[in-house]
Structure formats: C-alpha cells, structure tokens
C-alpha cells in the first residue's frame, strides 16, 4: 500500500507569489490535514479535511486555504507569499479522523519564499 | 487551552541503553489521544505509539513503551535497547476533536557508539 504522497518535494518562491501544495493520502483515507513545521513555532495545525468539508481550522491568516477532491487528494495554497511562510508542509491522512486513530503523514515540501 | 510540553530540547544516550523522553499534557477534555513519532532528518513523521486516555495499560510497541501517569498528565517514551537508527528528532502529540493534533517542541535524541 502506497504511503502518502506530497509533491513537490522542494519548492522556491519569492515574496508575493502564491504556491499550491498537493498531498495524496494513503488509499481508502477520507481525512487529510495539514501542518506547518518551523524551527521557530514548531509543528502547527493548520486545517483538516474530510470528504470534501473542512472540518478543523488552525490559527492561520485567510492566505493559507486548501480543499479535498472526491477521490481524497487534497490541495494547500498560500497566496502572497511572505517571508515568514518558509517552513516544511507535512501532510497527513487517516481513515476518519477519529482521536483514536494515528495519522501517517507524507515526507513534506519544503517551502523556501526568497 | 490544550498544551504538550517537552522539556528536553536534546538528550544523550549511549546505544544498546535505555533512554526516557518526557512529555506531559494540559487538557480538560476525558477523551484525547497521546502518541510519538520520531522524525529524522529526512523530514518524514513516523508513528511510534499511541495511548488512548481511557486504556487502562501503558502501550508498547517493540523496544518503545509508553509510561502513561494520568493523574499526572504525563505520557513518557522509553526506549530500550537505543540503536544508532534512533538518532532523530521526537515530537509528543495530543489529539482530539478529530485531526487537531498538538505538538510538543520535540526532543532530539543522539545515540552514541
């Protein structure tokens, strides 16, 4: 079985541009969520999708948004970029999203805005 | 407010020891999660262990076990038998209200020959 897949794995941009992020779960997982990781704030929740609804909302500023197509796969964009945004994107999938489960996460797009 | 803590920012440990990771917990829900996932320096989170707050034993999971003090609110790894591999960085998580995890500021573990 496949694990979950994020693409691309290294990304460049500078300030001002926006970058979309794409993540797919391990098959037959309907919730994926996001993170932010940085050396600084460390690993910070930024939204939960399940079945095409978000469900959960981390503490993000409104140019961090994402969305869940029918078949799971799950898209993360960040408009106007900013310095500050530099950081690793994890994703990750369960079955439901159930506090019982565990997530699995992907091997993360490291961002860098210049 | 739900918080994880982790106050060892880095830890030593010689291989084929014993070495326990510190995390505790700030919740007021009953129902929560604790798990541990090891990240190395590829950037990937691998899951360790899971303890739910209703079960009633520590889990354990091969040379990783689970002390779970929930009077406490403590849910220590311990790792026996280290290993050159283990060397990474380790994050303490809380979950509840479906995919809400909180991340404690992780610990990085060395491992030395």
């Known amino acids: 079985k496949a694990g979950v897949t994020q693409t691309p794995r290294y990304l460049i941009k500078t300030r001002g541009q926006q970058v979309t992020l794409s993540c797919s779960p391990i098959s037959g997982h309907r919730s994926v969520s996001w993170y932010q990781q940085t050396p600084g704030q460390g690993l910070q929740f930024l939204f939960e999708y399940f079945s095409e609804t978000q469900r959960n909302k981390g503490n993000f500023p409104g140019r961090f948004s994402g969305r869940q197509f029918s078949n799971s796969r799950s898209e993360m964009n960040v408009s106007t970029l900013e310095l500050g945004d530099s950081a690793l994107y994890l994703c990750a999938s369960s079955p439901r999203g159930a506090s019982v489960e565990k997530l699995f996460f992907g091997s993360g797009t490291q961002l860098s805005v210049l | 407010a739900q918080k994880i803590t982790q106050t060892q920012p880095g830890m030593f440990v010689q291989e084929k020891e014993a070495v326990t990771l510190d995390c505790t917990y700030d919740?007021?829900?009953?129902?929560?999660?604790l798990f541990w996932y090891k990240q190395p320096s590829s950037g990937e989170m691998i899951f360790l262990i899971y303890q739910g707050s209703y079960d009633q034993q520590n889990a354990t999971e091969g040379r990783y076990s689970l002390n779970f003090q929930k009077a406490r609110k403590s849910a220590n790894l311990v790792i026996s038998a280290s290993q050159l591999g283990d060397s990474a960085m380790y994050f303490c998580?809380?979950?509840?209200?479906?995919?809400?995890?909180?991340f404690g500021s992780g610990t990085k573990l060395n491992v030395k020959p």
């Open positions: 919740t007021s829900d009953p129902s929560y999660g």
């Open positions: 998580a809380m979950k509840y209200n479906f995919n809400k995890f909180y």
